[in-house]
């Protein structure tokens, strides 16, 4: 993927917090109270600010969407706190009436066949180059926070 690709891709999304904002009740509540009760590591978001500019996460998510109420909201904090660029394409819905379609496009945006998207959140880790850095899907690792999982894979494409 390339930086035009990129910035393309971003043109068709909306930034994370602005996302949640806008959510229908009582999406919206759940998302926000995530947002007020996360316990964030502050250290990593310190070491976070240090790639903020460099970076960009394009999220692929859905309201009903148990582990992106759980996600997002951390995504969010990420943005607003380190500076770090969270883009989301939102409202994806499921196809009940094609099981070898995953999405029903629209209302799920067709990038979801560009990237693949199986399982949400489908969290993508680019540099502002548009070089994919690295991908998260549904969930961090086992004891491990997202914001944590995130700059583990920042560590090791720099290495």
């Known amino acids: 993927m390339d930086n035009t690709f990129l910035e393309t891709t971003i043109r068709k999304t909306i930034p994370a917090g602005k996302y949640i904002n806008e959510m229908s009740q009582p999406f919206r509540d759940k998302f926000l109270n995530k947002m007020r009760v996360y316990p964030m590591d502050k250290k990593i978001i310190k ?3 240090e790639y903020a500019k460099d970076l960009v996460i394009i999220v692929f998510s859905a309201e009903w969407c148990k582990d992106c109420a759980e996600n997002l909201p951390v995504l969010a904090i990420l943005a607003k706190e380190a ?3 969270v883009f989301v394409f939102g409202g994806l819905k499921t196809n009940p009436l094609d099981k070898k379609e995953k999405w029903s496009i629209p209302p799920s945006p067709p990038e979801v066949k560009k990237f693949n998207v199986q399982r949400i959140p489908h969290i993508i880790i680019f540099n502002k180059n548009g070089k994919e850095l690295g991908v998260i899907i549904e969930n961090p690792k086992p004891g491990i926070s997202l914001e944590k ?3 583990n894979i920042l560590q090791l494409s720099v290495e």
């Open 149 to 151: 999982e995130i700059f």
């Open 47 to 49: 070491k976070l600010t």
């Open 83 to 85: 500076g770090i660029d």
